[in-house]
């Protein structure tokens, strides 16, 4: 009996050490915050098969911004326990190279497997940390009592309805009454603080974000919803698409902040 018992103990026990809990994800992410801040990813838990990418493009760590330091004058991060993935935003304003960078970390066994990051820098898409850092500092980002919390399905349709609504004019998306767009440096909430100036307009046809290029990260607690994404359209060199990050806050049901950051390959995406 013993020998039939033993693979499924050795089972539990490694599904135990695999758990993801929210302090772990919290932990690890401001790791990632002081590794970015002195430029020294070996502060980071990184598993041996580590595997790293800015903008799409796969590089060695060594090679990657996080090996460089860089002030973080603002962050904000989003911890998806089911995925164990975190997301954070950081807003570095104040050095010689300003930076918004965006990154999603993949945990197994407690340990980094994958760090993708959107790194954004002057001629990217309407680029201006310093006007970035201005609005992101006035944000309301409250965790959401659990009794008012949105589901997980709730939040990714809310994102997703908004991607599509560029493709589709037609697409009904949960905008909220405030709802303000931070798009690179460009914020509506300045125009109509009270009103929706977040709907977009529906984009020359065809137009479609792929949904097999949408990559999740969803934090329930504080009704928080990121998506790495392909913006086609937007870059004259590259019309297939870019890389580009949208970040969401939802409060029931409806979106109240939305932050787009958008690469170009030339200045501008040549606009």
Not at 175 to 196: F, H, I, K, V, W
């Amino acid at each position: 009996m013993t020998h039939l018992l033993l693979p499924v103990l050795l089972a539990l026990a490694s599904q135990g050490s695999a758990a993801c809990t929210r302090s772990m994800l919290q932990d690890a992410t401001a790791l990632y915050i002081r590794a970015q801040a002195g430029g020294k990813p070996d502060l980071l838990p990184l598993g041996s098969n580590l595997s790293y990418a800015e903008n799409d493009v796969s590089m060695p760590i060594t090679k990657g911004v996080i090996s460089t330091a860089v002030p973080v004058d603002f962050n904000r991060s989003l911890y998806d326990t089911t995925q164990c993935i975190s997301f954070t935003e950081i807003t570095s304003a104040t050095g010689t190279h300003p930076y918004v960078i965006d990154t999603r970390l993949l945990f197994t066994d407690d340990k980094i497997t994958k760090i993708e990051s959107v790194v954004a820098d002057a001629g990217d898409w309407i680029f201006d940390a310093t006007s970035h850092l201005s609005h992101v500092k006035t944000e309301k980002w409250d965790p959401i009592p659990s009794t008012n919390r949105d589901t997980r399905s709730v939040l990714k349709a809310a994102g997703d309805a908004y991607l599509d609504s560029w493709g589709d004019g037609k697409v009904s998306v949960p905008y909220g009454t405030p709802c303000a767009r931070l798009e690179g440096g460009s914020y509506t909430g300045d125009r109509q603080p009270n009103a929706n100036t977040c709907k977009m307009p529906e984009f020359p046809q065809p137009f479609n974000i792929a949904m097999d290029t949408r990559k999740y990260t969803i934090d329930e607690e504080l009704g928080g919803l990121d998506i790495f994404n392909n913006f086609p359209f937007i870059d004259k060199t590259r019309p297939n698409g870019t890389s580009s990050m949208n970040l969401f806050r939802v409060e029931a049901g409806k979106i109240r902040y939305i932050h787009e950051t958008t690469i170009c390959a030339t200045k501008g995406c040549g606009r």
